[in-house]
């Protein structure tokens, strides 16, 4: 193959909607920006799947490289923060959804979206960690900001997900105790693994419930929304936190006033999309010192880029467990 031509993952219009399938490039077909990097591995997520079957309007160019987010070395730099032969890792910022993204051996970017990967944190290892792992981060972070202390209980929802299972294991290994809600019920022993010290079927939260119950959580993170958060929150202890992140369930919210000036419960949006830099770099940093490769190897399965569509409907079913690694050469 020759040196300007790389595999991509692209996803084109079509009078049905869109088609996706692996096509050679070249650098030409990349969008202009100033750093061009060879992309070493990307990641899996949800708002992959929902990209690559045409849902929720995820992609707004065609055509265009879906992939949320990427880690690789950098080729060439026209920017002075960045220098050929660096290691970075990016997320967010809309790449992969108006801007071409991960699911391609190369990928051209602005340099304002990049960020240096830590000292020991391999291509391999940030994408285990990936998308997901920065938002779970992100989550821990807020609830940290807010007063929830280590040696309580905390609750994550959607547990066996990409996000749930990196914030099981980071708040467990920080001192939690965490419960772990899912509706698969075969992934108790994953769940443990991580750290999670009970199961709580989702059954018990995903139905309309009352608008105060039984205080059960000094915190929580929620990548579920819809009635499943406000249960979570009409849980929540006095002075409690929740961590909003996600909506698999649903983007509404039907809850009342009740806990939040009854209980002095906070709501607290997480968003890693436009997360500023400077948050980015203190979460990786944290990610690097909290999450070994080794911790991130059980958790994660390897695809390649001709198993991304039919992994996409496999995610949206709820079938896939924690992290997908994308190898792109493969």
Sequence with gaps: MPESEFRALVARQSDGGQTVAVERLTEADLPEADVLVDVEY?????????????????????????????????????????????????????????????????ARLKSEWLVKLPDGVTSRHAMAIGTAGLTAMLCVMALEKHGVTPGGDVLVTGAAGGVGSVAVRLLSRLGYKVSAL???????AFLRSLG???????????????????????????????????NVLASTAYGGA??????????????????FILRNVALLGVDSVQCPIARREEAWGRLAAELTENDMADAAAVAGLEDLPA????????????????????
Excluded at 87 to 102: F, M, Q
Excluded at 211 to 224: C, I, K, N, Y
Excluded at 311 to 330: F, H, N, S
């Design 182 to 188: 899912t509706g698969r019920r075969s992934e108790e």
């Design 311 to 330: 992994l996409a409907e496999a995610i949206l079913a709820g079938q896939v467990r924690g992290r997908t690694i994308v190898d792109v050469r493969k």
């Design 42 to 106: 990307s990641s899996f997520n949800y708002k992959d799947g929902l990209a690559l079957t045409g849902k929720n309007r995820i992609l707004r160019n065609y055509p265009i490289i879906p992939g949320i987010d990427l880690a690789g070395v950098v080729r060439s730099s026209a920017s002075e923060r960045f220098n050929a032969g660096d290691h970075v890792v990016l997320t967010g910022w809309s790449v992969g959804e108006s801007w071409s993204g991960g699911f391609a051996e190369r």
């Design 242 to 259: 929740v961590a909003a992140c996600g909506l698999a369930a649903g983007a509404d919210l039907p809850s009342s006033v009740f806990p």
């Design 196 to 230: 999670a010290s009970a199961i709580v079927d989702r059954a018990d939260y995903q139905n309309p419930g009352k608008p105060l119950q039984a205080e059960r959580w000094q915190g929580a993170v929620d990548t579920a929304g819809g009635a499943l958060l406000a």
